[in-house]
């Protein structure tokens, strides 16, 4: 084999690929962009359901044209607990649905248009003023890309059909037997791990085919293989992250390396009923994408009565860690940013962790309130440091967000997310300021009287509610809160003066200390200030900042 003839297939088969990858990242950037709401929408509809969960994998993977970033999102979510492990199982087995429209998309024959496509969609692009234009002309962009890659891939490989040497290689790893068969699945397992991408492998098997490189049984055999290593990129997401997301990642590879091991014994006899269903007049990329389909339908309808026993098994495998002290939000760094429209998601639940640990927190604060506790004090001021550290965690991860391609509106949402995060660090800051005026009244010997102290534990109560009700509108995303929170903010502003001027009028008639009294107004004040953090909450909520 000429040097020369092997050095002009791997450059053109390396920088086909390169364009590939590229129009695969360009099209799934500019498909999220266009459905982003959508994607949002079908990341809540999660449900135990299964039927439903796997609709909803399939759904997401086919939106965002990969299935390798569906399931780090299944890893990432699960790590987050936003899902469970049967609901993650579920959306695995969907996206291994989802993920064979890229075959039949591959599978087109307009390869011709790949060139046209690609310079249209990047004037459209460039000079587009429409953030909605400019989105869909990204994805056709990516289309053009796509085909355009291939036609390249295709142009290298064309020489080589006629070597003997190569041919003769090639027949070597053939499945003319079983022992070939498993060689060719696990070619096609391995390539997929090192490239992380079942889209670009196959998408080199269907332009091998389509030249004649290789025939329609290797072609199958591959796409088998490719399945397998596919869930490389998930396992590589759930290093590190809780047991959660092992199982979900051990999920995806169980599924798939089961799902093959069920194919090998009846490889054959499956060809034999693609040759039935499909004759060979169909054009050879729509017979691959057609076994792809068939091949994880197939798998999936097996495994989807099998969730609950499979999620118990990997409870029982993958045991869980003892926690040497509570996660904070390690699962931000899982790499879920391939998908920023699904990210959105993932800083919101972070939102909901830190409103959840200020909720924790006036509890123990209104207990410390009325009999003072060196464990509650240790409890608020450990809470106060995690919801430090969350915050910073919330905002790097958001910045980082905002370098990828987000809509409008998932631009804004992650602008209130910024915003609302700071205001409750800062309510946490208030708590620990109580807290510690609270302590100063046991070191210096002081007592607020039965009276004040009724007021203090009143105000708390009320404060705590507000603040609790706005903590929910942040979970339902309740844009409508603010005239509530106006009436009910008044009311508190009216209990503060009230308060105030009752204890300020006792201080002529009855004998009280300067420190007590100073005390008495810093809580009344610390009160105030949470309050108005919280309206500005709401306000976020609102649109209003």
Known sequence: MEFSLIFQMIIKAVGGLGIFLLGMKYMSEGMQAVAGDKLRTLINRVTDNRFMATGIGASITALIQSSSVTTVMVVGMANAGIITLR???????????????????????????????????????????????????????????????????????????????????????????????????????????????????VAITITLAQTGFIDYSTAVALVLGENIGTTITAFLASLGATTVAKRAAYAHISINVLGAM?????????????????????????????????????????????????????????????????????????????????????????????????????????????????????????????????????????????????????????????????????????????????????????????????FILDLHTIVTDYVINIGKSVHDEDAYILDKVMIDGKIINRKIKQFRSIHLNKLGTEHYSPVTSLIFTDILSAYRHIKDHAFNIAEVIAGEK
């Open 87 to 201: 609901q993650s199982i579920g959306v695995i087995m969907g996206g291994n649905i989802g993920t064979t429209v890229t075959a039949w998309i591959i599978s087109l024959n307009i390869a011709d248009f790949g060139l046209p496509l690609l310079g249209l969609s990047t004037f459209v692009y460039l000079f587009a003023r429409k953030s909605y234009l400019r989105n869909i002309a990204m994805m056709a962009l990516g289309l053009g890309m796509v085909f355009f890659g291939l036609e390249i891939m295709k142009s290298g490989f064309y020489a080589l059909r006629s070597d003997q040497e190569f041919i003769s290689l090639l027949a070597r790893f053939s499945p003319t037997s079983y022992l070939g068969l498993i060689k060719v699945i696990f070619i096609g397992a391995f390539v997929t791990a090192i490239i992380q991408s079942s889209s670009a492998t």
């Open 262 to 454: 069920i194919m090998i014994p009846i490889f054959y006899y499956y060809l034999d009923l693609l040759k039935i269903i499909i004759p060979e007049s169909v054009s050879m990329g729509n017979r691959i994408a057609f076994a792809h389909t068939g091949f994880n339908i197939f798998i999936v309808s097996i495994f989807i009565w099998m969730i609950d026993p499979l999620a118990k098994l990997l409870t029982i495998l993958v045991k869980d860690k003892e926690k040497k002290g509570r996660l904070l939000l390690s699962y931000l760094n899982i790499p879920i940013l391939d998908a920023p429209a699904l990210g959105v998601e993932q800083s919101l639940a972070g939102v909901l962790r830190v409103v959840e640990g200020v909720e924790a927190m006036h509890g123990w604060l209104g207990e410390a309130l009325q009999t003072y506790r060196d464990e509650l004090g240790k409890l608020l001021v450990h809470k106060e440091k995690e919801i430090d550290a969350m915050q910073k965690e919330i905002v790097e991860y958001i910045n980082e967000l905002m370098t990828h391609h987000l809509t409008k509106d998932s631009l804004i949402m992650v602008r209130q997310q910024t915003r609302m995060v700071d205001e409750f660090e800062s309510i946490s800051d208030y708590l620990v300021v109580i807290l510690k005026l609270r302590q100063r009244m046991d070191h210096n010997g002081e007592q607020f009287s039965e009276e004040d102290k009724k």
